[in-house]
T-cell receptor, first 115, second 114 residues
Framework: AQTVTQSQPEMSVQEAETVTLSCTYD???????LFWYKQPPSRQMILVIR??????QNATENRFSVNFQKAAKSFSLKISDSQLGDAAMYFC????????????FGTGTRLQVFP | DGGITQSPKYLFRKEGQNVTLSCEQN?????MYWYRQDPGQGLRLIYY???????QKGDIAEGYSVSREKKESFPLTVTSAQKNPTAFYLC?????????????FGPGTRLTVT
């Protein structure tokens, strides 16, 4: 069975600094996708970034980028130039290659951003 | 406006009563999902449906039931058999967005059972 592990329950960062959130996963599949979701206090889940396992290039979306290490089954999220609005719960998620398959989530990391 | 609506935002029920949570989408998506969120446990899949009149159990389906009679609607019933029903419930549907296929979430319903 596939599992997703986030070992940092809480992280904090100073505004304008960079922070990295960790995620590891376990799967025997070769075709899969990895995601980072953000959940602000409103509790709305927002997709931040996605990585296809077959792509070697790390995904980037503005201030958000990932470090995808396929052999190590590691998928960390780097937030650059942190802003107060980045404060939220961040969830790492895995999905098998079939498009309508379910997401498997980690337990989340609460990110605090200090001015 | 396209999107997923969940109603109500907050729901209170007495123990022993069944309660149905609404999830509607006007995005013409085939696949829909129900997740439960508890503190410190992330999101866990309850049920999902890939087409009308068909659905599959997720990881924690016991004590829940669903129906999918219409493409746009996927209601979740929390039955009296669910031992710990108090939680935050999120509905999602699969959308082809800027990242390719992705799950798009509704705003959620907070259910409190006393």
């Amino acid at each position: 069975a596939q599992t997703v592990t986030q070992s940092q329950p809480e992280m904090s960062v100073q505004e304008a600094e960079t922070v990295t959130l960790s995620c590891t996963y376990d799967t025997s599949e070769s075709d899969y996708y990895l995601f980072w979701y953000k959940q602000p206090p409103s509790r709305q889940m927002i997709l931040v970034i996605r990585q296809e396992a077959y792509k070697q290039q790390n995904a980037t979306e503005n201030r958000f980028s990932v470090n995808f290490q396929k052999a190590a089954k590691s998928f960390s999220l780097k937030i650059s130039d942190s802003q107060l609005g980045d404060a939220a719960m961040y969830f790492c998620a895995y999905r098998r290659g079939y498009n309508t398959d379910k997401l498997i989530f980690g337990t989340g990391t609460r990110l605090q951003v200090f001015p | 406006d396209g999107g997923i609506t969940q109603s109500p935002k907050y729901l209170f029920r007495k123990e022993g009563q069944n309660v149905t949570l609404s999830c509607e989408q006007n995005l013409n998506h085939d696949a829909m999902y129900w997740y439960r969120q508890d503190p410190g446990q992330g999101l866990r899949l309850i049920y999902y449906s890939q087409i009308v009149n068909d659905f599959q159990k997720g990881d924690i389906a016991e004590g829940y039931s669903v129906s999918r009679e219409k493409k746009e609607s996927f209601p979740l019933t929390v039955t009296s058999a669910q031992k710990n029903p108090t939680a935050f419930y999120l509905c999602a549907s699969m959308v082809s967005g800027r990242f390719g296929y992705e799950q798009y979430f509704g705003p959620g319903t907070r259910l409190t059972v006393t």
